[in-house]
């Protein structure tokens, strides 16, 4: 069973930084794309980053290019996203998710909560 | 990038069927087989039900479908359960800086 369990989730200061974590198991966790999706409680799904199976090629939104960074460590199939200079925007549930073949997402964790304010 | 445009909600009676539509772009969905469609109920995260365009998960009811035309895509639910009541995203591959982009999800009503 694959499953995908997300943390870090705080309540940060604007201009403050996070890393998110997420442990994977029930796949062969080196084989796939991941990526990180956020969404505002009670509104839609916004795709934040992704990064390769080799961590080769990274892709970010344009409203994280340059703040955050996704990493992966392979040995531990473990995700990563590390989250600077935060903007009150930023506050959202951050989900983890396994990519598919192509551009889509087969299994999501239950996420993880940022809050972002003063 | 603007998000794909999606009804904000649609309704309809048990056994009926229902389309909820989703429109972007021929940089997004009108160029590319490459949209799906999740369903998410209250507070839960969302879950696959169709990918590129028409192809259906192991384990997801028949009863869903998805289709495309031109820019447009299309999920159709069929039989409507009552358990269908949910919010639906779609979500497409996108040749523009921003790599996939989100519709701004459907609330669907069982009456």
């Known amino acids: 069973e694959v499953q995908l369990l997300e943390s870090g989730g705080v309540v940060e200061q604007p201009g403050g930084s996070l890393r998110l974590s997420c442990a994977a198991s029930?796949?062969?966790?080196?084989?796939?794309?991941m990526h990180w999706v956020r969404q505002v409680p009670g509104r839609g799904l916004d795709w934040v980053s992704l990064i390769s199976w080799d961590g080769g090629s990274t892709y970010y939104a344009d409203s994280v290019k340059g703040r955050f960074t996704i990493s992966r460590d392979n040995s531990k199939s473990s995700l990563y996203l590390q989250m600077n200079s935060l903007r009150t925007e930023d506050a959202a549930m951050y989900y983890c998710v396994k990519g598919g073949k192509e551009f889509h997402f087969d299994y999501w964790g239950q996420g993880t909560l940022v809050s972002v304010s003063s | 990038q603007s998000a794909l445009t999606q009804p904000a909600s649609v309704s309809g009676s048990p056994g009926q069927s229902i389309t909820i539509s989703c429109t972007g772009t021929s940089s997004d969905v009108g160029g590319y087989d490459y949209v799906s469609w999740y369903q998410q109920h209250p507070g839960k995260a969302p879950n696959l039900i169709i990918y590129?365009?028409?192809n259906r998960p192991s384990g997801v009811s028949n009863r869903f479908s998805g289709s495309k035309s031109g820019n447009t895509a299309s999920l159709i639910i069929s039989g409507l359960q009552a358990e269908d009541e949910a919010d639906y995203y779609c979500?497409?591959?996108?040749?523009?800086?921003?790599?996939?982009?989100f519709g701004g999800g459907t609330k669907l009503t069982v009456l």
């Open positions: 979500s497409s591959y996108s040749s523009s800086t921003t790599l996939v982009i």
């Open positions: 590129d365009v028409s």
């Open positions: 029930g796949f062969t966790f080196e084989d796939y794309t």
